[in-house]
């Protein structure tokens, strides 16, 4: 379970920086598919970039299982990265390594080295995403949608017990789009990882998430399941995501 | 009767051969130490940078006028004012030993530059991936950035190698040996037009084979562009 307590992110050290984050609660239960939306600069990004500490919250804390791993730095914060994948928009792919080494990644993040278990892992993984094939492709030969499956396999490479989604199919047609939802979905039944969805598209929140939060400026202004979010948005940002305002007013 | 080609060589053949030798060392014995060092500096650059993965703002901000110091000494100037430093360090300060030390100080800071900014082109969420798979900062340079970038690295090599190949002629004029040498020597002192002429083509040529050299491996390298 993830628990966000508090968090508050500032760039520039002046007191009246603006928030990308302005005390933000919310907590994330085992095996939940979280949508966390909003409009462009909400600060969607930077509140799951702080879950894996790619960015470094100006106060509050991130309590996972009951640790607090704001303060993490060093081995035991790379250990804890392990136990969290992400995805990317533009899918972070490394171009100049094959598809299968993609995805042996994070074994070689790991142990500096890829074992031959590491590689039939990596295979199977290859195989669960429909991408078998391709494992001596090279990124640039593959379409949008099978990058990002390839990165999928990556992140399940390391059996993460949560992946952070940032705006994983917002580069992507409609069709690629929901081949990679569906994907999401499946493996969250299979596995039970928790997801964390980061979009704009209430589309993508409608499909496949259980429970989401609406950020506005930095702020929680929503949060609730997805069907009661849905049927009754309080927010003004939840009726503009869920175009319940005419776009013309 | 032997024509003129035929009596040339007999007489300058050897000359420019050792000439091309000498200029053949001084150039890749010494960008290939500037490598070591300037890859190293450039690697920190990087990471230090603001908003890079280290961000340490003195330290980049000391390295990054380090280098800028290096690079704004005339190679001249720096060649004469090394020199005791070349003496201590290899007992000489003419011939081709004697110009590989002042040739390593001048060309490292120009390859910290480049390798910095063939660093800089990596796309940030591949350097952020694998940051996010838990990797330490030395892997994600020797797993991830450096391959990364390897192509844009080797297209350096070669502007690094042409810009060290003007140095060695310049080399020449304290008597380091070399073509550069040899176009001053016979070419400008004795008035020996065609042996100016022979260099500078000898120069020209090993340009454009340099250039092609790097062009041919980076695009074999680069994986990038489909049908690689």
């Given at each position: 379970m993830i628990e966000i307590q508090h968090l508050t992110k500032?760039?520039?050290?002046?007191?009246?920086?603006?928030?990308?984050?302005?005390?933000?609660?919310?907590?994330?239960?085992?095996?939940?598919?979280?949508?966390?939306?909003?409009?462009?600069?909400?600060?969607?990004?930077?509140?799951?970039?702080?879950?894996?500490?790619?960015?470094?919250?100006?106060?509050?804390?991130?309590?996972?299982?009951?640790?607090?791993?704001?303060?993490?730095?060093?081995?035991?914060?790379?250990?804890?990265?392990?136990?969290?994948?992400?995805?990317?928009?533009?899918?972070?792919?490394?171009?100049?390594?094959?598809?299968?080494?993609?995805?042996?990644?994070?074994?070689?993040?790991?142990?500096?080295?890829?074992?031959?278990?590491?590689?039939?892992?990596?295979?199977?993984?290859?195989?669960?995403?429909?991408?078998?094939?391709?494992?001596?492709?090279?990124?640039?030969?593959?379409?949008?949608?099978?990058?990002?499956?390839?990165?999928?396999?990556?992140?399940?490479?390391?059996?993460?017990?949560?992946?952070?989604?940032?705006?994983?199919?917002?580069?992507?047609?409609?069709?690629?789009?929901?081949?990679?939802?569906?994907?999401?979905?499946?493996?969250?039944?299979?596995?039970?990882?928790?997801?964390?969805?980061?979009?704009?598209?209430?589309?993508?929140?409608?499909?496949?998430?259980?429970?989401?939060?609406?950020?506005?400026?930095?702020?929680?202004?929503?949060?609730?399941?997805?069907?009661?979010?849905?049927?009754?948005?309080?927010?003004?940002?939840?009726?503009?995501?869920?175009?319940?305002?005419?776009?013309?007013? | 009767m032997p024509s003129d080609v035929t009596l040339f060589i007999e007489d300058y053949g050897e000359l420019l051969s050792q000439g091309l030798l000498d200029t053949l060392i001084m150039l890749f014995v010494s960008t290939a130490i500037a490598y070591v060092i300037g890859t190293a500096l450039g690697v920190i650059l990087y990471l230090t940078a603001p908003g890079s993965l280290r961000p340490m703002g003195v330290l980049n901000a000391v390295l990054g006028w380090v280098v800028n110091i290096g690079r704004s000494l005339p190679f001249i100037i720096l060649l004469i004012s090394l020199m005791p430093m070349t003496e201590s360090l290899v007992g000489t300060t003419s011939g081709v030993r004697g110009v590989i030390p002042p040739l390593v100080v001048s060309i490292a800071p120009f390859v910290a530059r480049m390798i910095e900014q063939s660093l800089a082109e990596v796309p940030r969420e591949s350097v952020e991936a694998a940051e996010a798979c838990g990797a330490s900062i030395p892997r994600i340079v020797f797993s991830a950035l450096l391959p990364e970038a390897l192509p844009s690295i080797v297209r350096g090599v070669s502007i690094t190698l042409i810009a060290a190949l003007g140095y060695t002629a310049i080399a020449g004029a304290v008597g380091a040996g070399g073509l550069g040498d040899i176009a001053i020597r016979y070419g400008y002192y004795r008035y020996e037009d065609q042996m100016m002429v022979v260099t500078v083509v000898l120069l020209i040529i090993l340009v454009q084979i340099i250039q092609s050299a790097c062009d041919v491996i980076a695009r074999k390298i680069d994986h990038r562009t489909l049908g690689n």
């Amino acid at each position: 379970m993830i628990e966000i307590q508090h968090l508050t992110k500032s760039y520039g050290s002046a007191a009246d920086a603006p928030h990308a984050l302005d005390d933000v609660t919310i907590s994330i239960e085992d095996g939940d598919i979280m949508g966390i939306i909003g409009m462009s600069g909400a600060g969607k990004s930077t509140l799951v970039r702080c879950i894996n500490l790619l960015e470094r919250p100006t106060s509050g804390k991130v309590v996972v299982d009951g640790q607090d791993v704001t303060g993490l730095s060093g081995a035991a914060l790379r250990s804890y990265r392990r136990r969290v994948a992400m995805i990317f928009q533009s899918f972070g792919l490394l171009a100049q390594k094959t598809v299968l080494d993609n995805v042996c990644f994070p074994y070689r993040a790991a142990t500096g080295r890829v074992t031959a278990e590491n590689r039939s892992r990596a295979l199977e993984l290859l195989d669960m995403v429909g991408l078998a094939e391709k494992a001596t492709s090279y990124p640039s030969q593959l379409s949008g949608g099978q990058q990002q499956r390839v990165a999928i396999a990556r992140a399940l490479a390391c059996d993460p017990e949560y992946i952070l989604c940032d705006e994983a199919t917002s580069a992507l047609d409609p069709a690629s789009t929901n081949v990679i939802l569906k994907l999401l979905r499946e493996i969250n039944r299979k596995t039970g990882v928790t997801i964390i969805v980061i979009t704009h598209s209430m589309g993508v929140v409608e499909k496949i998430c259980r429970n989401v939060v609406v950020l506005d400026h930095g702020r929680v202004v929503e949060q609730g399941s997805v069907d009661a979010v849905f049927a009754n948005p309080t927010s003004d940002a939840a009726k503009v995501l869920l175009e319940r305002v005419d776009w013309d007013a | 009767m032997p024509s003129d080609v035929t009596l040339f060589i007999e007489d300058y053949g050897e000359l420019l051969s050792q000439g091309l030798l000498d200029t053949l060392i001084m150039l890749f014995v010494s960008t290939a130490i500037a490598y070591v060092i300037g890859t190293a500096l450039g690697v920190i650059l990087y990471l230090t940078a603001p908003g890079s993965l280290r961000p340490m703002g003195v330290l980049n901000a000391v390295l990054g006028w380090v280098v800028n110091i290096g690079r704004s000494l005339p190679f001249i100037i720096l060649l004469i004012s090394l020199m005791p430093m070349t003496e201590s360090l290899v007992g000489t300060t003419s011939g081709v030993r004697g110009v590989i030390p002042p040739l390593v100080v001048s060309i490292a800071p120009f390859v910290a530059r480049m390798i910095e900014q063939s660093l800089a082109e990596v796309p940030r969420e591949s350097v952020e991936a694998a940051e996010a798979c838990g990797a330490s900062i030395p892997r994600i340079v020797f797993s991830a950035l450096l391959p990364e970038a390897l192509p844009s690295i080797v297209r350096g090599v070669s502007i690094t190698l042409i810009a060290a190949l003007g140095y060695t002629a310049i080399a020449g004029a304290v008597g380091a040996g070399g073509l550069g040498d040899i176009a001053i020597r016979y070419g400008y002192y004795r008035y020996e037009d065609q042996m100016m002429v022979v260099t500078v083509v000898l120069l020209i040529i090993l340009v454009q084979i340099i250039q092609s050299a790097c062009d041919v491996i980076a695009r074999k390298i680069d994986h990038r562009t489909l049908g690689n």
